[in-house]
């Protein structure tokens, strides 16, 4: 059994990530620093594991935790990830997603370490791009949030550092990502809790912005193979083909419900029109397709966080429009 490292294993992509690693019989060391998203719970039974409460920017800590387990692969997934949050407090981003990377990958350089680094990025990076166009690895950065900035140039740091340095260090961007254990601050969660509570679903302008979605355990599943098939020092675009605007979405999830009423709110600052990746390096080189549809995957999702809400009310004995997010 192989030892991985899972910095962020307390989040969306990181806990599914760890599911589908311990699946494939790797021992997992999951590094956390626990913030207001992070859910012990959807990890409970896990075996092979392996947790630590520890920041990506703490230098002697982090260094002594992969000296001990020597792992084959560092999945980074640690970072702030939610592009409203940035804006309102941008520093919190810099730290984590810019700062904390740097720390890592001074920590492997420094230290000599001989293990591949998988970072996790964004197609955010690319920025707003024109109807029809779908964004290739090598596209120009033009981030528009302090999020997406700060993703932007941890891969600009990686770049540089496996030019300078060598490290292996392989990259990823997907899409935007779906599906059981997101916190409820994301659309597809927040259209789920809203109508639920029996509350109007909350959509920036007119709904109007495009994106492409992919079911979480996909991604994990691209995510791995990128680790074990990859080339160092590549980028992989990780897509489905799936595009809908935010309003189609919502609409999608109000027909497999049942119910759900929509209310139109003033758009966030800077919030992009589209955006559109081209898989097909991965798909060529390294033989990965995703497998789940949307609406399925929406079915799933949409049942996994109805079964939540029905444990919550059980355990908790709260109002079915009571404490819902606070529960999560």
């Given at each position: 059994?192989?030892?991985?490292?899972?910095?962020?294993?307390?989040?969306?992509?990181?806990?599914?990530?760890?599911?589908?690693?311990?699946?494939?019989?790797?021992?997992?060391?999951?590094?956390?620093?626990?913030?207001?998203?992070?859910?012990?719970?959807?990890?409970?039974?896990?075996?092979?594991?392996?947790?630590?409460?520890?920041?990506?920017?703490?230098?002697?800590?982090?260094?002594?935790?992969?000296?001990?387990?020597?792992?084959?692969?560092?999945?980074?997934?640690?970072?702030?990830?939610?592009?409203?949050?940035?804006?309102?407090?941008?520093?919190?981003?810099?730290?984590?997603?810019?700062?904390?990377?740097?720390?890592?990958?001074?920590?492997?350089?420094?230290?000599?370490?001989?293990?591949?680094?998988?970072?996790?990025?964004?197609?955010?990076?690319?920025?707003?791009?024109?109807?029809?166009?779908?964004?290739?690895?090598?596209?120009?950065?033009?981030?528009?949030?302090?999020?997406?900035?700060?993703?932007?140039?941890?891969?600009?740091?990686?770049?540089?550092?496996?030019?300078?340095?060598?490290?292996?260090?392989?990259?990823?961007?997907?899409?935007?990502?779906?599906?059981?254990?997101?916190?409820?601050?994301?659309?597809?969660?927040?259209?789920?809790?809203?109508?639920?509570?029996?509350?109007?679903?909350?959509?920036?302008?007119?709904?109007?912005?495009?994106?492409?979605?992919?079911?979480?355990?996909?991604?994990?599943?691209?995510?791995?193979?990128?680790?074990?098939?990859?080339?160092?020092?590549?980028?992989?675009?990780?897509?489905?083909?799936?595009?809908?605007?935010n309003l189609q979405v919502a609409k999608k999830i109000i027909a497999i419900i049942g119910k759900g009423k929509i209310k139109?709110?003033?758009?966030?600052?800077?919030?992009?029109?589209?955006?559109?990746?081209?898989?097909?390096?991965?798909?060529?080189?390294?033989?990965?397709?995703?497998?789940?549809?949307?609406?399925?995957?929406?079915?799933?999702?949409?049942?996994?966080?109805?079964?939540?809400?029905?444990?919550?009310?059980?355990?908790?004995?709260?109002?079915?429009?009571?404490?819902?997010?606070?529960?999560?």
């Amino acid at each position: 059994m192989k030892n991985v490292i899972v910095t962020g294993g307390l989040g969306f992509i990181g806990s599914n990530l760890i599911k589908l690693l311990n699946k494939k019989n790797y021992f997992v060391i999951n590094i956390d620093k626990v913030s207001y998203s992070s859910n012990f719970s959807y990890l409970k039974k896990i075996k092979y594991y392996k947790f630590y409460k520890a920041n990506i920017n703490n230098f002697l800590l982090i260094s002594d935790i992969i000296k001990k387990y020597k792992p084959k692969f560092i999945f980074n997934l640690a970072a702030e990830t939610h592009v409203d949050r940035s804006i309102d407090r941008p520093l919190e981003f810099i730290k984590s997603n810019y700062l904390g990377l740097f720390n890592l990958i001074e920590i492997i350089r420094k230290n000599k370490l001989n293990v591949k680094l998988i970072h996790v990025s964004t197609d955010e990076v690319y920025g707003d791009i024109k109807k029809k166009k779908k964004s290739k690895e090598n596209d120009t950065y033009n981030p528009s949030s302090p999020y997406s900035s700060t993703k932007a140039g941890a891969d600009l740091l990686i770049k540089s550092y496996v030019k300078t340095f060598g490290l292996p260090i392989t990259i990823t961007r997907s899409c935007n990502n779906y599906g059981p254990n997101q916190y409820p601050e994301k659309l597809i969660p927040t259209i789920i809790y809203k109508i639920f509570k029996n509350e109007p679903i909350p959509i920036y302008g007119k709904g109007k912005n495009e994106r492409e979605w992919i079911y979480v355990k996909d991604n994990c599943e691209a995510i791995l193979k990128v680790a074990e098939k990859g080339k160092v020092g590549e980028i992989y675009n990780i897509g489905s083909k799936k595009i809908f605007t935010n309003l189609q979405v919502a609409k999608k999830i109000i027909a497999i419900i049942g119910k759900g009423k929509i209310k139109f709110v003033i758009d966030r600052p800077g919030h992009d029109m589209r955006y559109c990746l081209n898989s097909n390096k991965i798909k060529k080189e390294i033989d990965w397709t995703p497998k789940t549809g949307f609406n399925k995957g929406l079915k799933i999702t949409i049942k996994w966080y109805f079964k939540k809400f029905r444990i919550n009310f059980y355990k908790k004995k709260i109002g079915k429009r009571q404490g819902i997010i606070n529960e999560f």
